[in-house]
Structure formats: structure tokens, C-alpha cells
């Protein structure tokens, strides 16, 4: 016997030969999944191809599941020598497909499938509970709800219905942005768009629109809402009502271009314990992805603010992909786009589960929610010291100290590692509570992600990487001279940490070692050198750095991804950095789209055996380079670098507090390895005595920025199943972790 286990598409194919006598030249029968992986089927059904000789007719071919045959779910191609198929019927657990010819005793391949429930999960771990059902909140095109929860999965009846554009003026509650959507895509025209109950006759108001392919179509989507792995799903694409009992995976849409749009929806603090009532892009029935023939999709548990876990979002999306491609038909690519947590998804996900996503469009881009998350850390921090300083500190010291254009607190923000700030108010007695219900839900990041993370054993609760130890905040500040060396060390000695309640404390932040190296061995911490640098990258950077009061989507993030790829994989050329003014944001957006589109058209052509990174700077469109677009809508096209520059002259760089106290431009770093102080390090000279305060602030050493961080090492695994996690810290250490074929 024979085994073969190969990617085509992103998607894992088994194939096990096991009569070789049925095979001509070099051609075999081969068994390939095309909706999933084989491991990873939900929902009790597979699309599935099976490659046959040439030499063997169709009709001499006998399928079978489970010893039952299903070869009339199957449609043959001459062409290509497929058979193509939906097989439905599978049981939870493991399935086996054999192939026969005719009536011959032994099948000539089989394969083995293992199918999980449609409520989930399948390799994110034991779903969290309590949980909150938002089936009644979620509405839909119409504004009905999707009614009560069928289960205790949060379940629905899935609903097939059907809108359309009208030509007629929408009313003035739909004018404006997308309302109750996604804050990166502001402004967005609400369509005015109807439901269509008869679906055999248009109405005399419908529009029409033109699609990529440049056929001119009536502007009619079909929207199905369900529920797949606790989350609300909705999946939306041109299509003729009146052919709708004929649609198939074998037999999509003509209106549909064959691309799927996958979007992320932003947030992170609350995000945990229920299903959440939003796809965080308001409605998914725009001119611009749907209107122009593409097939989108979302789940609620893609949208951060529901549910702030890449793991737990990348299963979803996974799940919510099969189901489009099992009713649909494989799409020639998928790309995705989202800002801010809606980045903090595809990043992680085009890194850690590659095949799921082929080309990513991040705006206001997080190279993780670590990244993000130790900024806004470091922030409060400063911010708690400020309010305690009061005028010992001028503004533009803080400033200094900080790396922002502008102070802003960020409190709301640290309910990303408070477990009692940020919880969904429909829970109130299964809490935690420091005091009376220790035993309780914690609702932050960490806990969230108790399955990657394992539980402390003295704790209990989940294992945290945080770490300011050795950090000199406001370093490069004294260095430069805009703080004294008496106003240095009164920072560093009261900057302070926090524990594990979120709660300010007066000694630094010490990490879980095992937290750390899960974090970097599991891919929370974004290497670059695992899917992330084999696929293409347009940056969407909506320029915010500068607003008053300041903002967390600084610019200096892109650049961080930028350094990771480029030690990871010695180059960047697989991304391309897009800057423009808040009111572009639209206007880049669509343009990232359809030169993503371009890129990726050209890269399926590209049949070569060249490295990847080769054949993605090949199909990389001529025009489709770095630059920034002023407000006037002019474009300056140069390499996009954090100094130096027009773009930079018009939207500055600034930096994070850590970059301040000398990290790397990644910004990777979650616990720095110690170095002796030395004062070599600086640019002031100390008196005895502050050296004397200097030395009992930082008695273990300082950050030694120029090595890895605490165990920091590049992750080698991909598709981690954390199967028999988050149960009292059995999840000592990766290796407890089992890897994805």
C-alpha cells in the first residue's frame, strides 16, 4: 500500500493506491478533497474529485461511503478525466471513501475522512463557556431577526433569501456609512436594496451592474444565513432567482466570477463569550466587492470584537469557506480584506493555517494582537505615571517618552487583559470576580485563548506572556536630551506593571515562560517565515497617527510586519504599503482589491516550478508598487520606509514606548533577555548617587535589545490542533501541541 499526501490549492488531498494493476502509464485514480481538508470535514458532507484513467470509462466507476455507493452524486468530465461529486451522509468521526472499477472485489483507492460537527470545533479546543447566543440581535437585509437559538450551540435554520438593488433612490435612514459596520470603511453609500419575494419575474426597479468578467447582469444577490461553529455566517453573491433550485457546487452562478472575498471585522476588547449580532462590514451587499461578481463572505466570529482569537477565527473561517465551496464550487482564489482586529485575523491565519487565504489586503495593520497589545500596555502605563507626575513632565516630554504624535488614554483598550472590564453584559453571576467568584468567566485576551495558552497550576487562570522587566522607558528620550536623568529614573522606578486582575501594581510585569514560548511557537507572535511570506500582501495604511487625541493604529506597525518578513525570509517583496489620508480610505480599498484580483489572476497562470516568492514578484501587476496619495488625490510613488521620504514628510512615523526604550523595529520582542548596565548606553552622565538608583530600578540588567527575546525562536509547525488544551495546564509546552499534515 501505498500513501501520498500532497497540497494542491491549499488544500490537503490523501490518496492511498491500492491496486496499482488499475492504472495506465503514469495516470492513477486519486481521491481529492476539494471543499477541506480530509482531516478537517464538517457538517456531514465533502466535495470531493476523483482523478481516473483515461484508459477507464466513468460509468465503470463504483464510489462508495462507507460501503454504501454514492457514484450518482457524481458528475463526469471527459475533459479532465474527473469525476466530481457532493457526498453527503458522513458520520462524526472517521468515514472511508473507496473507489471501484465495475465489479472487481478490491477498490482501486480510498481515502479516509474524518468529519466534525457543524457547531464546532474542530482544532481551536474545548469552546468556552458560559457563552451568549445572539441569534434575536442579529438582523438581516430586511431587519428580522434570526429568532430564537434552536440549541445550546446557538443554532439557526439556515435561510436562503434574495435582494436586490433598486434604481430607485434609497430612503434618507439608509444614507450615510454602512451603520453599526466596520469603522474602517467609513462613508460607504448603504445601498438601497429590496428583498425580492417572487423569484420567478424581475421587478421593473432593478438595477443593473457589470461585473469583472464584463458581463452586465441584474444587480440580484442571494444571501444565506446560518450558523456554523457557534458564529452567525452570511454568504453573498450575484445570482439568477430563478435558477435557484439548479445551484451546485457543479453548477454556480453564472453571474458569480469565480473569486470569494473573505472579510474580517475589527475590535479585540470584548471580545469573548458570545456570538456577537454584527459581521462588523454592516452589510456585505456593496457596489464594490458583490456588485462587480464576487462571491463574500464573514461570520460573526470573524468580526474581533466578538471574538478576539485568530485560532478560534481561522477555524471559523475555515468552516464558513467549506460551506461556501460545497454550495458554490472551489473559487479560483480567495482574498480577504479587514482593518484593525479585522488585520490582526488574516495576519496570523495567511501565517499559521496557509491554503485558507491566497492574498491578503490588512488595513491599519497589527502584525498580531501581541503587538498591539503590548503598545497599549506600555501606553497606560506611562499614562498612569503621567497622571501621577503631574507637572514634573511637560507635554512634549510625554510625548518623547511615549513615541506617539499625540497622548491618548487608552483604558478602554486594556480590557484586552482586565477580566472584569470588558464582559458581555448579558452575564452577570457566571462572572469572575476577584473577591466572590474567583472560579468565575475572566473576560480578557488571555483567557480567552486559555486553550493555546494552558492554565497556570497556582492559578488557575490562563498563562500570560506579559513582561516589562529591564525596560528603560523614555531611553532614547534622555539620550536625546529632552528629559533629565533625574526624571529617567523616577519613570523606570514607577512605571510599574500589572497583575493578573489588569490591575496597576507597583513591581514590573513578569511573563509565564511557558506562555512565552507557546506564544512564539504557536505563531501568536507572527514570525513571517511560515505561510505569511508565500502569498501576496497589500498593506492598506489609512494615515491616523496624527489624530487629536491620538490613536493605536499607528503607522509603525506596518513596518514591524515589514522587518519580520524581511528576517524571515530575506525579502519584502511580496508586499506592497499603500498610505493615504483617512478621507482615501474607500478609494484604497477598492484599489487594493482589484490590484489583488490582478496580481492573483496572474499567479494562477504562472505554472513554473520557481519558488513561490519568485513567481508572486512575476505576477505582481507593473503599476502595483509602494507609494502614498495626498489629499488631493495626487500619487507620490517611492519605497515606503519609516524615514525619509515624501510620504514620510506628509505622514510621519512615529513609534511605540518600547521603540523608544530601544526594541526592534518588529516590536517581537515580549521579554527581553538582560544585559550588565552600561554607560556606554548613554548619552548623559549620572552622579554617584543616581547611579546608585539606577543600578537597585534595574537590578537584574537591562533590556539587551540586540539579541532574541526570552524564548524567542521561529515557530517550524503549521495547522496546530490544540485538541487537549486549556484543561489545568495540560498544555505545558508545544510540544503537547499535535501539527496539521
Not at 266 to 290: D, F, I, R, T, Y
Not at 311 to 323: F, G, P, Q, S, W
Request: aromatic share 6%.
Amino acid at each position: 500500500m501505498k500513501m501520498i499526501l500532497k497540497l494542491i490549492c491549499g488544500l490537503a488531498v490523501l490518496v492511498v493506491f491500492v491496486n496499482p494493476a488499475w492504472t495506465a502509464g503514469d495516470q492513477k485514480f486519486q481521491v481529492t478533497t476539494l471543499s477541506s481538508r480530509p482531516d478537517m470535514i464538517t457538517g456531514g458532507d465533502v466535495l470531493l474529485q476523483i482523478d481516473v484513467p483515461a484508459t477507464v470509462a466513468p460509468d465503470k466507476v463504483i464510489i462508495k461511503l462507507n460501503g454504501e455507493a454514492v457514484t450518482s452524486n457524481f458528475q463526469p468530465d471527459a475533459a479532465t478525466h474527473t469525476m466530481t461529486g457532493l457526498v453527503k451522509g458522513l458520520k462524526i468521526g472517521e468515514n472511508k471513501v473507496e473507489v471501484f472499477v465495475s465489479s472487481a472485489g478490491k477498490p482501486v483507492a480510498q481515502v479516509t475522512l474524518k468529519n466534525y460537527a457543524i457547531t464546532g470545533p474542530v482544532f481551536s479546543g474545548p469552546q468556552e463557556q458560559p457563552f451568549v447566543c445572539q441569534t434575536q440581535e442579529f438582523r438581516m437585509l430586511d431587519k428580522s431577526s434570526l429568532g430564537a437559538p434552536l440549541d445550546a450551540n446557538c443554532s439557526v435554520k439556515t435561510i436562503v433569501s434574495y435582494v436586490y438593488k433598486s434604481t430607485e433612490s434609497a430612503p434618507p435612514a439608509a444614507q450615510g456609512g454602512r451603520g453599526g459596520g466596520n469603522g474602517n470603511f467609513p462613508g460607504v453609500p448603504v445601498l438601497n436594496v429590496k428583498p425580492l419575494t417572487d423569484l420567478t419575474t424581475l421587478p421593473a426597479d432593478v438595477a443593473y451592474t457589470t461585473t469583472t468578467t464584463g458581463d452586465k447582469v441584474p444587480f440580484v444577490v442571494r444571501v444565506e444565513t446560518g450558523t456554523i461553529n457557534r458564529g452567525i455566517y452570511q454568504i453573498v453573491v450575484l445570482s439568477d432567482p430563478t435558477k435557484e433550485s439548479q445551484i451546485g457546487p457543479l453548477n454556480p452562478p453564472k453571474e458569480w466570477n469565480k473569486r470569494l472575498m473573505y472579510s474580517f471585522g475589527p475590535g479585540c476588547p470584548g471580545g469573548w463569550l458570545k456570538q456577537g449580532a454584527n459581521l462588523g462590514v454592516g452589510s456585505m451587499v456593496s457596489e464594490a466587492v458583490v456588485g462587480k461578481g464576487y462571491a463574500e463572505a464573514s461570520s460573526t466570529l470573524n468580526v474581533f470584537g466578538n471574538n478576539c482569537n485568530d485560532v478560534l477565527a481561522a477555524e471559523t473561517m475555515m468552516m464558513v469557506k467549506e460551506r461556501f465551496i460545497k454550495a458554490y464550487g472551489k473559487p479560483e482564489f480567495t482574498m480577504s480584506r479587514g482593518g484593525s482586529g479585522g488585520s490582526e485575523q488574516q495576519v496570523p491565519i495567511a501565517e499559521n493555517y496557509p491554503g485558507l487565504i491566497d492574498g491578503i489586503i490588512p488595513s491599519l495593520t497589527f502584525p498580531d494582537v501581541m503587538a498591539n497589545a503590548q503598545a497599549i500596555i506600555d501606553t497606560q502605563l506611562l499614562n498612569g505615571y503621567y497622571a501621577k507626575a503631574g507637572d514634573a513632565l511637560s507635554r512634549d516630554q510625554k510625548l518623547a517618552i511615549t513615541g506617539a504624535a499625540d497622548l491618548k488614554d487608552f483604558a478602554a483598550d486594556v480590557g484586552r487583559i482586565s477580566p472584569t472590564v470588558n464582559c458581555p453584559k448579558q452575564l452577570k453571576s457566571e462572572l469572575y470576580d476577584p473577591t466572590s467568584n474567583r472560579t468565575g468567566a475572566r473576560c480578557d485576551v488571555f483567557d480567552h485563548a486559555v486553550n493555546v495558552y494552558g492554565r497556570d497550576p497556582s492559578t488557575g487562570f490562563a498563562r500570560r506572556p506579559v513582561d516589562n522587566s529591564g525596560v528603560q522607558y523614555g531611553l532614547a528620550a534622555l539620550n536625546a536630551g529632552k528629559i533629565t536623568p533625574a526624571q529617567f529614573l523616577d519613570l523606570n522606578e514607577k512605571i510599574g506593571g500589572y497583575d493578573n486582575d489588569g490591575n496597576p501594581m507597583p513591581a514590573r510585569s513578569v511573563a509565564d515562560p511557558t506562555a512565552l514560548r507557546i506564544a512564539y511557537q504557536t505563531g501568536r507572535v507572527v514570525n513571517g517565515g511560515l505561510g505569511l511570506g508565500k502569498l501576496p500582501i497589500i498593506d492598506v495604511r489609512p494615515y491616523r497617527d496624527s489624530i487629536p487625541g491620538g490613536d493605536v493604529h499607528q503607522k509603525f506597525h506596518s513596518f514591524s510586519l515589514r522587518d519580520r518578513l524581511r528576517r524571515a525570509n530575506g525579502t519584502i517583496a511580496n508586499d506592497v504599503m499603500v498610505v493615504g489620508p483617512i478621507s482615501a480610505t474607500e478609494a484604497m480599498g477598492d484599489y487594493a482589491m482589484m490590484k489583488m484580483d490582478e496580481w492573483l489572476t496572474n499567479l494562477e497562470k504562472d505554472t513554473s516550478n520557481k519558488p513561490m516568492i519568485d513567481k508572486i514578484v512575476s505576477a505582481k501587476p507593473a503599476d502595483l508598487v509602494d507609494g502614498c496619495q495626498t489629499s488631493t488625490g495626487e500619487r507620490i510613488i517611492e519605497p515606503q520606509t519609516p524615514t525619509g521620504g515624501k510620504c514620510n514628510e506628509l505622514y510621519p512615523t512615529f513609534q511605540s514606548p518600547r521603540m523608544v526604550a530601544g526594541d526592534t523595529a518588529g516590536n517581537d520582542i515580549l521579554k527581553c533577555q538582560m544585559k550588565p548596565i552600561s554607560a556606554r548606553d548613554y548619552q548623559v552622565a549620572f552622579s554617584d548617587s543616581e547611579k546608585a538608583r539606577l543600578a537597585s530600578i534595574f537590578p537584574n540588567g537591562v533590556c539587551d535589545w540586540s539579541k532574541p527575546g526570552v524564548e524567542q525562536k521561529a515557530p517550524t509547525r503549521t495547522w496546530i490542533t490544540y485538541s487537549d488544551a486549556g484543561d489545568q495546564g495540560k498544555l505545558a509546552h508545544p510540544g503537547n501541541l499535535t501539527a496539521g499534515r
